[in-house]
């Protein structure tokens, strides 16, 4: 205190000494000098208030630093303590606290090596001797304890520096550990294993058939090499594919339903037997059998299995080739049977087929010939008489036969397509109605006296069909409503979106009941209508054209009264 009060007196000495010399004081002050020191003085009054102004900024500037300091000390990522020479705890961030579990007010003025075993003190102790004396600190390795319960390893950094009143201290740095250690156990433990599988790989890389290491995820996690050159890959392109996925063939060619293939192939690894086919890199497919191993872990739950696979499909093919003869064997006489049995039945048929059609045809085809050529020389007579006005009757007649005789080898022609299966559909939008018109147009030329068709239409208009075929089949029913019936026809058509319905209605003869199971049978025709010229085909062609559209016909008639046939087209 004597040494401060003497200080503060030598200080205003000297400045009572300046002030009188100044010129403030001197008998030559004058008014105008007055006013000049006047203003000086209150420009170095506004300066030190602008100075003192800066200084009070400046001193908030360092206080934010101080917590910006503060923040990052304390809520840094690793634990941070500073510790005096004596290994006492000076300051600590709150990490630090945290990893320790312990309070700052526990902690600061306390050695560091109360908070560890005796062991643990010691190295803290020779670690920090050491580290004073030569001025660095190696990291290290502490077992710290925890203030609640337990204990964490702890990585330890340093450095030695000097405090402001110029003693010396250790700044530490301590990161938790735990997570790093257990991970090089597991690093040593997956070494160690990897070494056994190499080894186990290389024995079973010297066996003679294949190895295989499937997870319980189905993935191939171990192949020897005999496995790799079979299937033709490289291991590491067959290592963590899953087995069924890579290489297995679908059989059974299921792929909808998911739950059931797992199911399918649990059981196949469970199974300690199995045969499959294995696809291999250049497309061939092996049979492979199988014999399995199921690998348990610790708590007895499947881990994985072990396969050892023999390639059978040589074995397989020859043992498939030797039942495959014994079974044609055994067959070979009754299929011989059966192929002579239908040899005979179709020559029985071709015979009736080549007896109708020779009936058929020398029947229908003479008639309309008969007239032509009764036609011709009459017309060449009357001609020469010059007669011409009586030709007109005969050229009508040589026209309708000539018309009857193209039906009849449009029949013929229709029928050997349709056996031969050479009917092409090729479909087209078109108008239905006009187009229908233009067939009861095309008919009328055919019209007995008194007779007409009355067509009427509903729905829609336009469909995708082919009208060939269908011009043939409306042609045929209508053609046999004209010939069997003496008064009107009808004809109604229904279009909707997917479906053509048709139906014809005559007032004819009607079909007798006897008749009408054999209705659409090639070349079978009704007793009533024998004396009326046809083929029998026109019905079954129409019905077989039905077929290629995947339409139907249905008919009902009355004996006497007449018929009514309605044919069903589905519209794609």
């Known amino acids: 205190m004597v040494e401060k009060g003497s200080h503060s007196s030598n200080l205003r000495s000297k400045a009572e000494a ?16 007055a006013k000049e020191l006047m203003h000086e003085l209150e420009v170095h009054q506004v300066e030190l208030e602008m100075q003192n102004q800066e200084l009070r900024e400046a001193q908030h500037r360092l206080e934010d630093i101080r917590d910006q300091y503060t923040d990052l000390f304390d809520f840094a990522p690793i634990g941070y303590i500073i510790l005096n020479k004596k290994g006492k705890v000076e300051k600590i961030n709150l990490t630090a606290c945290t990893l320790m579990g312990i309070d700052r007010t526990q902690i600061i003025k306390r ?51 000097k405090n402001i009143m110029g003693q010396l201290q250790c700044r530490l740095s301590m990161q938790n550990i735990t997570e790093v250690k257990q991970a090089r156990i597991l690093q040593r433990q997956h070494k160690a294993l990897q070494n056994e599988k190499e080894k186990i790989q290389q024995y079973l890389d010297l066996a003679p058939i294949v190895f295989l290491l499937i997870d319980k995820d189905q993935k191939i996690q171990m192949i020897n090499q005999k496995g790799c050159n079979l299937f033709g890959y ?4 067959l290592l963590g594919q899953n087995w069924f996925d890579f290489l297995i063939c679908n059989e059974n060619g299921k792929e ?14 469970l199974s300690p037997a199995l045969e499959c086919k294995v696809r291999c890199k250049n497309g061939e497919e092996l049979i492979m059998s199988w014999r399995n191993t199921t690998l348990l872990g610790k708590n007895g739950d499947q881990i994985g299995v072990l396969s050892a696979g023999e390639d059978i499909t040589v074995r397989t093919k020859l043992e498939e080739d030797n039942q495959t003869y014994t079974a044609n064997l055994e067959l070979k006489i009754e299929e011989r049977t059966k192929e002579l049995i239908k040899a005979l039945e179709a020559e029985k048929r071709i015979n009736d087929l080549k007896s109708n059609f020779i009936t058929i045809a020398s029947h229908e085809l003479r008639t309309p010939i008969t007239i032509v050529m009764s036609s011709i020389i009459l017309i060449e007579r009357y001609n020469n008489l010059g007669q011409y006005e009586k030709s007109e009757k005969h050229i009508a007649r040589i026209k309708s036969s000539v018309d009857h005789f193209v039906n009849i080898l449009d029949d ?24 229908v018109e233009g ?18 239409h509903t729905g829609s208009k336009k469909l995708n069909l082919d009208p060939k075929i269908l011009r043939n089949i409306i042609l045929n029913l209508l053609s046999n409503a004209l010939k069997y019936s003496s008064d009107q026809v009808k004809i109604k058509s229904f279009l909707k979106k997917d479906n053509l319905k048709i139906s014809i209605e005559d ?24 004396h009326i010229q046809g083929t029998g085909l026109g019905l079954s062609i129409v019905q077989r054209y039905l077929e290629l559209f995947g339409g139907n016909i249905k008919y009902k008639s009355v004996l006497g009264e007449g018929s009514i046939f309605t044919i069903e087209i589905p519209i794609y």
Do not use: C, W
Not at 256 to 269: A, C, G, H, T, V
Not at 416 to 435: A, C, R, T, Y
Not at 445 to 455: P, T, V, W
């Open 234 to 237: 490289e291991r590491v392109e």
């Open 256 to 269: 909808d339903d998911s739950n059931q293939i797992e199911f399918e192939r649990k059981i196949k690894l």
């Open 412 to 435: 013929f022609l229709s029928l050997h397509q349709l056996d031969k299966g050479i009917i092409q559909i090729n479909k087209e939008v078109f108008d239905l109605e006009p187009f």
């Open 111 to 161: 050695p560091l090596s109360a908070f560890m075993s005796a062991n643990e003190a010691r190295v803290l102790f020779l670690k920090l001797q050491e580290a004073f004396q030569k001025g660095v600190l190696k990291p290290f390795e502490l077992e710290i304890n925890r203030n609640d319960s337990g204990s964490f390893p702890a990585l330890v950094h340093g450095t030695i520096s």
């Open 507 to 530: 007032q004819g003869l009607g079909i007798p009941d006897e008749d009408q199971e054999n209705l659409f049978t090639s070349f079978y025709r009704a007793k009533n209508v024998e």
């Open 18 to 33: 300046k002030v009188g010399t100044s010129p403030l004081g001197g008998p030559e002050l004058t008014m105008d000098k």
């Open 439 to 456: 067939i009861v147009t095309d008919m009328k030329g055919l019209l007995k006296k008194g007779q007409h068709i009355i067509y009427t």
